[in-house]
Every structure is written in structure tokens, then in C-alpha cells.
């Protein structure tokens, strides 16, 4: 029995799982920068701080972007999982 491709419902599920999956890296990322901030400021002190920061804001804007996206593919799957799967059909003139 041949394997079958996997409809396009399983692959926005596949999608936004994926996306879920960077915003949690991405907010684990922020964590450990936060802890190399904290140990800059214990022992260096200077630009690296500053540096940090701005990692740590960027971090916080692509996990909005990205959050933002797993919204709408949760949206657009349940959107179109109640439409017919079959492609529209052409009008027939008599």
C-alpha cells in the first residue's frame, strides 16, 4: 500500500508546530543571553552589556513576528478545514 502525501491540513499543522517550536528556542535563547548579561555585568562591564540588550530586544520582536504566525496558521487551518476538498469546478455553459 503506497504511502500518501499528506493533505494540506496536516502540513499548515506540521508548519505552525514547527514555528511553536522556534518561539520556544527563541525564548530559551533570551534566557541564556539574560544570564550571560547578568555575568557581563558581574565581571566585564561594557559594551558587551549593551550588546546583550539589543540581542535580547531583537529576540523579543522575532518571537512576536513568529507568534503572530502561529496565530494565523492556527487560523487559516481552521478556516479551511470545513471547505470541500475538492478544487472548484469551471462553469459549464449550456
Do not use: N
Not at 499543522?13 to 548579561?37: I, T
Request: hydrophobic fraction near 35%; aromatic fraction near 6%.
Amino acid at each position: 500500500m503506497p504511502d500518501q502525501e499528506p493533505t494540506a491540513q496536516e502540513h499548515l499543522e506540521h508548519a505552525r508546530e514547527l514555528v511553536w517550536d522556534a518561539v520556544q528556542q527563541l525564548e530559551a535563547a533570551q534566557r541564556v543571553l539574560f544570564k550571560a548579561g547578568d555575568r557581563y555585568v558581574a565581571e566585564l562591564w561594557g559594551d558587551g552589556v549593551r550588546a546583550i540588550l539589543e540581542m535580547a530586544e531583537r529576540i523579543t520582536d522575532l518571537s512576536g513576528d513568529l507568534t503572530a504566525c502561529h496565530i494565523e496558521l492556527g487560523r487559516l487551518g481552521k478556516r479551511d478545514k470545513g471547505r470541500d476538498s475538492q478544487p472548484p469546478q469551471a462553469p459549464r455553459w449550456s
